[in-house]
């Protein structure tokens, strides 16, 4: 089974840094969609960072220029570097993977369980 680890995050001041982790485990065979949404209080989940087939990236307006994502394919493993980061920035930020895997299941989609990133003023 697949199994999406999350870390990274935190309480910091603005205008500070994070580096929040996302590492998969299990029989993965491809990977589509591996990356970060978030999810602040009241408001719904929206797109972060993430890599698409071939290597191509989506992000967000909001965090270009300030956030950076990155991956280790040997270990499945994608990163996120916040930098510069504001009170806005604050929200439970969520690991998704979309891919196949070893199983019945024709498509994996699924997510973490959420690391919160706090950012004060």
């Known amino acids: 089974q697949v199994q999406l680890v999350e870390s990274g995050g935190g309480l910091v001041q603005a205008g500070g840094s994070l580096r929040l982790s996302c590492a998969a485990s299990?029989?993965?065979?491809?990977?589509?969609?591996m990356g970060w949404y978030r999810q602040a209080p009241g408001k719904q989940r929206e797109l972060v960072a993430v890599?698409?087939?071939?290597?191509?990236?989506n992000i967000a307006d909001s965090v270009k220029g300030r956030f950076t994502i990155s991956r280790d394919n040997a270990k499945n493993t994608v990163y996120l570097q916040m930098n510069s980061l504001k009170p806005e920035d604050t929200a439970v930020y969520y690991c998704?993977?979309?891919?196949?895997?070893?199983?019945?299941?024709?498509?994996?989609?699924?997510w973490g369980q959420g690391t919160q990133v706090t950012v004060s003023s």
């Open positions: 998704r993977l979309q891919g196949r895997v070893a199983g019945p299941v024709p498509l994996y989609d699924d």
């Open positions: 299990g029989s993965i065979f491809s990977i589509y969609i």
């Open positions: 890599f698409n087939s071939g290597g191509s990236t």
